[in-house]
């Protein structure tokens, strides 16, 4: 573990989640302009056992998936075979039933497609086909708060068919071919069997996973309930490759996944410039009607809604998780961030904002 100068207020922040906010086990890294200058863990990965969490420990990060995702079409974009005001059923043709024929990929991307929940209910779980299917039948919310609903695990099913049906590829696949691989990132949307053993176990404490609204505007979500924990922590999840919540990585991976998109990481850049912007343009912004709070997005990015989320700079973007971890990167400072931590709760949750604070406060110290 090591922070380089002007950085070490990020590992005492790391040190007093620990010590005054109950951390079980974490990870933080951060890159600035290209370079690792904060790699921190510790605590235990797996309470059950006692496993310490060590480098090489990778962790579930829920919606920090959306980012990768968002990174995936973006690269059909720039690769001219996708435009984001194009209609979904351009490319998926049974999608257009039941009145959905013009809803774009942006507002797909933007949670604007009213579609945030599966009427026909999640016993398919584990069944991409089945649950694109369903969609694809299911006609748009008619409750006009779904207009502009956070869709936590159908956007996934989405855009995951969106690029099976023009590439030929799971989201998965294509992340590691595009992505992974040429950046020597650890990040994976679906954990490869032999590296289970590195993953931390999930905890959520009593009351965390309690019905609340979900329950009336968005339906129960299967991932989201009391007794849910089972499910993440089960291998066939860790497997599934769920393109909105499935995804898994060292902090260290994601932090220089971010990094790739403000510039060149080891002389490799994948996204250019040009689509970085346009992932980054805001689409929509406003008060997410299931908790209450203010959401903004670009194409499939979480952007700056002045609460901090995703730290304090105005240009922040990126993609927190359910639970409390955060990862996104700050244009205008060169610095890109991923925390991840094993214990679930509820926000609002000091352990990012204050590691956030503290990584602003050394990019400033440093004149950075």
């Not at 008619?142 to 502009?148: E, I, M, N, V």
């Not at 690029?163 to 992505?179: H, N, P, Y």
Request: proline share 6%.
């Amino acid at each position: 573990m090591w922070t380089s100068a002007g950085f070490g207020h990020v590992a005492e922040a790391f040190e007093r989640n620990f010590a005054e906010r109950g951390e079980v086990g974490a990870a933080f890294a951060a890159y600035h302009r290209g370079e690792l200058v904060v790699d921190l863990w510790g605590g235990t990965a797996d309470p059950e056992t006692g496993r310490a969490w060590d480098r090489d420990t990778v962790h579930l990060m829920f919606s920090g998936t959306k980012g990768l995702t968002s990174a995936c079409v973006l690269l059909l974009v720039q690769r001219g075979q996708l435009a984001l005001d194009d209609p979904l059923s351009r490319y998926w043709p049974e999608f257009g039933a039941q009145g959905k024929k013009n809803v774009t990929v942006a507002e797909v991307l933007s949670h604007q497609a009213r579609l945030p929940w599966v009427e026909a209910g999640y016993a398919d779980l584990f069944d991409h086909d089945a649950m694109a299917a369903h969609l694809a039948a299911q006609a748009p919310a008619s409750d006009p708060r779904a207009a502009f609903m956070y869709h936590p695990v159908t956007w996934g099913w989405l855009l995951d068919e969106l690029v099976r049906r023009i590439d030929g590829r799971t989201v998965g696949q294509f992340f590691a071919d595009e992505f992974a691989v040429p950046l020597g990132l650890e990040v994976w949307i679906g954990l490869p069997e032999e590296l289970h053993r590195r993953a931390a176990r999930m905890v959520a404490p009593d009351g965390v996973l309690a019905d609340g609204p979900w329950t009336e505007l968005n339906r129960p979500n299967p991932l989201w309930v009391p007794g849910a924990e089972k499910i993440w922590n089960s291998a066939e999840y860790r497997s599934a490759g769920f393109p909105a919540v499935g995804g898994y990585a060292t902090a260290r991976g994601m932090a220089r996944f971010y990094a790739s998109l403000l510039g060149d990481v080891d002389g490799v850049r994948v996204l250019s410039p040009e689509f970085v912007e346009l992932g980054r343009r805001e689409i929509r912004r406003g008060t997410e009607p299931t908790w209450g709070g203010p959401i903004a997005y670009g194409a499939g990015f979480e952007l700056q809604t002045g609460d901090d989320r995703l730290g304090d700079p105005a240009d922040a973007f990126g993609h927190g998780g359910a639970g409390g971890s955060r990862h996104g990167g700050w244009p205008g400072r060169e610095t890109a961030f991923s925390y991840l931590m094993n214990e679930v709760r509820a926000a609002p949750d000091e352990r990012p904002a204050t590691l956030l604070t503290a990584l602003s406060r050394g990019s400033r110290a440093t004149g950075r």
